[in-house]
């Protein structure tokens, strides 16, 4: 099984090289992909010092900042013409447990997406402001009821791990989302097909190093994101199973 941890990054220099070793360290299998947008502080040139030091780590230089949906698209694609079988997308702040990716590769062998949960045993998330965890909490009810009851209680958050032919199902071109949208999007497209879903706990804890490049139109596009989600199912155009594609209980 050829595992490959997508980590995008911007302006993540204090963090970067810690969490690839970690990574590495976890698995033997593990291979990590650095989505970086030009990172103005040097992020893009410590990544390509760690590609030249590991044959399992690889770089993905973008123009510029553009949110984590596009960098995460862009990643998954490199990522699947890699040859991966399973797709983990991880923060680079340290923020996701590293030692949870053991317990995604044993759940991933019976479900097709697996998803890190703040939100699943109480509220696992350490040292975040209350404004915060409000938003992030109270989103995540908002959007799962806007989206008819999907069963996950953090669909926002950004630690999953995904089998290869749940990301070619859902097709990327059609995704449209940019920030923590596209978390929710991308749930959302997998559990409209039909996909085996399974919600993991992880305790969330909050950057020690570096900025979080979070702010509300994020958070308000997300908002108006569910809506659009919910529109494009209703017509139709979100869940429809393309053909040869097989069917998921
Ligand atoms: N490539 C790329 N990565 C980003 C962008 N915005 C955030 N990230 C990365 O996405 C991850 C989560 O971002 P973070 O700022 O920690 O968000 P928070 O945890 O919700 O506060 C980190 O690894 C960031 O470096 C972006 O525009 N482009
Ligand atoms: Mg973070």
Not at 94 to 120: C, M, N, Q
């Given at each position: 099984?050829?595992?490959i941890?997508?980590?995008?990054?911007?302006?993540e220099?204090?963090?970067?090289?810690?969490i690839?070793?970690?990574?590495?360290?976890?698995?033997?299998?593990?291979?990590?992909?650095?989505?970086?947008?030009?990172?103005p502080?040097?992020?893009?040139?410590i990544?390509?010092?760690?590609?030249?030091?590991?044959p399992?780590?690889?770089?993905?230089?973008?123009?510029?900042?553009a949110?984590?949906?596009?960098a995460?698209r862009?990643?998954?694609?490199?990522?699947?013409?890699?040859?991966a079988?399973?797709?983990i997308?991880?923060?680079a702040?340290?923020?996701?447990p590293v030692?949870?990716?053991?317990?995604?590769?044993?759940?991933i062998e019976?479900?097709?997406?697996?998803?890190?949960?703040?939100?699943?045993?109480g509220?696992?998330?350490?040292?975040?402001?209350m404004?915060r965890?409000?938003?992030?909490?109270?989103?995540?009810?908002?959007?799962?009821?806007?989206?008819g009851?999907?069963?996950?209680?953090?669909?926002?958050?950004?630690?999953?791990?995904w089998?290869?032919?749940?990301?070619e199902?859902i097709g990327?071109d059609?995704?449209?989302?940019?920030?923590y949208?596209?978390?929710?999007e991308?749930?959302?497209?997998?559990?409209k097909l039909g996909?085996?879903?399974k919600?993991?706990?992880?305790i969330?804890?909050?950057?020690?190093?570096?900025?979080s490049?979070?702010?509300?139109?994020?958070?308000?596009?997300a908002?108006?994101?569910?809506?659009?989600?919910?529109?494009?199912?209703a017509?139709g155009?979100i869940?429809?199973?393309r053909?040869?594609?097989?069917?998921?209980?």
């Amino acid at each position: 099984m050829k595992k490959i941890v997508v980590i995008p990054t911007y302006n993540e220099k204090e963090n970067i090289a810690a969490i690839t070793e970690a990574v590495l360290a976890v698995d033997a299998e593990n291979e990590v992909l650095i989505a970086d947008d030009a990172s103005p502080d040097g992020t893009g040139r410590i990544a390509d010092e760690l590609a030249a030091e590991h044959p399992r780590v690889h770089v993905l230089h973008r123009p510029g900042k553009a949110g984590i949906g596009p960098a995460y698209r862009d990643g998954f694609r490199k990522a699947l013409a890699l040859g991966a079988d399973l797709i983990i997308q991880m923060d680079a702040d340290f923020s996701h447990p590293v030692d949870a990716l053991r317990t995604f590769s044993e759940l991933i062998e019976e479900y097709d997406l697996v998803l890190g949960s703040r939100y699943i045993d109480g509220i696992t998330v350490v040292n975040w402001p209350m404004g915060r965890l409000m938003l992030s909490y109270f989103g995540n009810v908002y959007a799962k009821t806007v989206l008819g009851g999907m069963p996950v209680n953090d669909a926002t958050g950004g630690f999953k791990c995904w089998r290869r032919d749940v990301i070619e199902g859902i097709g990327l071109d059609q995704v449209r989302s940019n920030g923590y949208g596209f978390q929710i999007e991308m749930t959302y497209r997998a559990w409209k097909l039909g996909y085996r879903i399974k919600e993991t706990p992880i305790i969330f804890a909050d950057r020690r190093l570096g900025t979080s490049k979070m702010h509300l139109t994020i958070a308000v596009e997300a908002l108006a994101m569910v809506w659009w989600l919910r529109l494009q199912a209703a017509i139709g155009r979100i869940g429809k199973r393309r053909a040869g594609q097989p069917a998921r209980a």
